[in-house]
């Protein structure tokens, strides 16, 4: 079970990035998909999620700004980034847990028992 971020880098306020997920190893349709972000000093906090069904939560200082969605034929999860500002600079991580449901808020870590190495993402 393997989940690879890609798509991080350095970009400029008010610009954009799309990072990836690859998954393999298991059913990856059946599970709910999340990004969490850590940046230095902070604790690692839930950006977006979006379940089997496609029902997708955002934290509200991403609302309007970011965009979550998954392609099950091609196993890979994305977080479309715009408007980014220098608050957004951290290390990205994707994570996947079984028999999650996306209701009202994006679920907490401990339901993600999958996670990537992550990915920074520099806004500056």
């Known amino acids: 079970v393997q989940l690879v971020e890609s798509g991080g880098g350095l970009v400029q306020p008010g610009g954009s990035l799309r990072l990836s997920c690859a998954a393999s190893?298991?059913?990856?349709?059946?599970?709910?998909m999340g990004w969490f972000r850590q940046a230095p000093g902070k604790e690692r906090e839930g950006v977006a999620a979006?379940?089997?069904?496609?029902?997708?939560s955002y934290a509200d200082f991403v609302k309007g700004r970011f965009t979550i969605s998954r392609d099950n034929a091609k196993n890979t999860v994305y977080l479309q980034m715009t408007n980014l500002k220098p608050e957004d600079t951290a290390v990205y991580y994707c994570?996947?847990?079984?028999?999650?449901?996306?209701?009202?808020?994006?679920?907490?870590?401990?339901?993600?028992?999958?996670w990537g190495q992550g990915t920074q993402v520099t806004v500056s």
């Open positions: 190893g298991y059913t990856y349709s059946s599970y709910c």
């Open positions: 994570a996947a847990g079984d028999m999650v449901e996306v209701v009202s808020a994006i679920p907490p870590e401990y339901t993600f028992p999958i």
């Open positions: 979006i379940d089997s069904d496609g029902s997708t």
